[in-house]
């Protein structure tokens, strides 16, 4: 009896515990289902993480954020887009150190152990197939106003609105969104990415026409009181809103289809942080300044209407409706696309059944995994509201970013003297703040966030223990990406 303990637990614990070489996780396998193509730019890459960044975080969310912080929302992203530019640093060291397909998924596993990357992997793949459902869930209500502009009359609520919400059976706009997405993304990633960078381009124009009209009816006197819900407004909003963050994560998921990704990963991220945050900050402050914040609350189109208040005309709104139904088209396009790439690692890892991991011969991309996916992602995009899904996205999003900062200080540590084409400045400040700023946003959360991603885990890990612990590419002596 006193024998079987060493036997069994030791095993146990180097499962757990075995990390990933690197070598391994940047090499190519076509043993493994095929390499997927290097053609997606330095601008293109941007675009993917401007076009998984700006949708339904500003288009949508406001309805639901300033309730939560009144004009003093304007903060909250301040603070949510310091701890995306905290993290983005942090991204961009470990992006230009390991370029690989699966993100802060094949950064753990290579600092953290496989045990830890399997638990990110699964907070990723929450963060990214939530996201997606998120999304169109906006794009859904933005057609909503549209219809309302041009037609006169909304589509009808039991087709439009999820079960149980204002009549609703089935959210219908929003499950045909994800399934256009899913025969873009069955196409090819250049073709994707280049899809993608005509539609940012758009909500980019359509957000400046937003600025440049909303500043016409802009009044110091709708600011104040600016924090009337105090501090804890503040942090609640920012919490709520910082799922739209998720683009930072978004690019480096494209690894492994990069031209010259040591260059282009930290340069695509800096350069789609800082358009982002620049948008949000002035989108957030027009907004507050156009309206009184006592009338955001259920204002679900609310960039829509906001100008049509300010101009008493509709084209205003139906100009703007359009540009975010093209732009939320564009986040949930990209959120799917991510998933895609999670999925793909973890499989050719063995964390996931072998035929996530499999790639067209001729397109290049995982079709099989797309076309799964996008069909358990359009369930709660048809059936759950949007201010769960939100909350459940931010989660994954900071939990996943805790540990990409967690593993920059790691890497430092086991491996100094490796190659990188990025450094994080200030070091090792930058990442100790990443990890602060995290943290107070997920505390941020509300309990029923907590008790559904808590759920999502248990069944994760009973899947680890059930499958993945057995499958494992190095359980079963062979590191995926070598020989």
């Known amino acids: 009896m006193s024998t079987s303990t060493p036997a069994v637990t030791p095993p146990l614990l180097a499962r757990l515990l075995r990390l990933k070489p690197i070598e391994a996780i940047t090499a190519h396998s076509k043993e493994q289902g095929g390499d997927l193509r290097r053609s997606i730019t330095l601008f293109q890459l941007t675009m993917i993480g401007v076009g998984a960044t700006i949708g339904t975080g500003i288009f949508v969310i406001l309805g639901d954020a300033v309730p939560k912080a009144g004009p003093a929302v304007v903060l909250s992203f301040i603070i949510a887009g310091i701890t995306a530019g905290l993290t983005a640093l942090c991204y961009a060291e470990l992006a ?7 993100s802060s998924y094949s950064y753990t596993y290579a600092t953290m ?8 992997g699964c907070c990723l793949v929450l963060e990214y197939g939530v996201a997606a459902a998120t999304t169109a869930v906006g794009w859904s209500q933005y057609l909503n106003e549209l219809a309302l502009d041009m037609f ?32 873009l993304l069955i196409r090819g990633a250049s073709e994707s990415a280049k899809t993608n960078a005509v539609m940012v381009v758009v909500k980019i124009a359509v957000l400046i026409m937003f600025i440049a009209i909303g500043v016409t009816a802009f009044h110091s006197s709708n600011l104040h009181p600016f924090m009337p819900l105090g501090v804890a407004g503040v942090g609640a909003a920012a919490s709520n809103i910082f799922f739209s963050y998720i683009g930072l994560d978004a690019v480096s998921t494209a ?15 800096l350069f789609g942080l800082l358009i982002v945050t620049v948008l949000y900050v002035l ?3 027009i907004g507050v300044g156009a309206q009184p914040y006592t009338e955001f609350s259920g204002n679900e189109a609310g960039l829509a209407q906001i100008l049509r208040n300010v101009t008493g005309a509709s084209w205003p709104s139906v100009i703007l409706s359009m540009g975010a139904i093209v732009s939320i088209f564009s986040v949930t396009l990209v959120s799917l696309y991510g998933q895609t790439r999670i999925l793909f690692a973890m499989a050719r890892d063995g964390m ?29 995009a048809a059936l759950v509201p949007l201010d769960v899904l939100a909350d459940l996205v931010s989660m994954g999003t900071l939990v996943a970013f805790t540990v990409v900062s967690v593993s920059v200080m790691i890497l430092r540590r086991t491996r100094p003297d490796m190659a990188r084409g990025f450094r994080v400045p200030f070091y090792p400040i930058t990442p100790i703040l990443s990890i602060l700023f995290c943290l107070y946003l997920i505390i941020g959360l509300p309990i029923q966030t907590f008790v559904l991603f808590g759920v999502w885990l248990t069944l994760a ?17 062979r590191a995926a990406g070598t020989s």
């Open 152 to 183: 006169g009359k909304p589509i009808p609520a039991a087709i439009s609105n999820p079960f149980g919400v204002n009549g609703g059976i089935i959210n219908l706009p929003a499950v045909i969104l994800i399934f256009m997405c899913c025969i």
């Open 283 to 285: 989108v957030a402050l």
């Open 352 to 380: 996931l059944p072998k035929f996530f991991a499999k790639v067209h011969a001729r397109r290049g991309t995982p079709v099989q995994n797309t076309i799964v996916l996008c069909v358990l992602t359009a369930i709660p």
């Open 113 to 120: 152990g496989e045990m830890v990357a399997y638990i990110v």
């Open 255 to 269: 690894s492994e289809e990069v031209e010259n990704p040591k260059r282009v990963l930290p340069l695509a991220i």
């Open 461 to 477: 890990i009973i899947f680890y223990f059930g499958y993945s612990v057995r499958h494992s590419a190095l359980e079963n002596g």
């Open 96 to 102: 230009s150190s390991i370029p690989a397909s699966g």
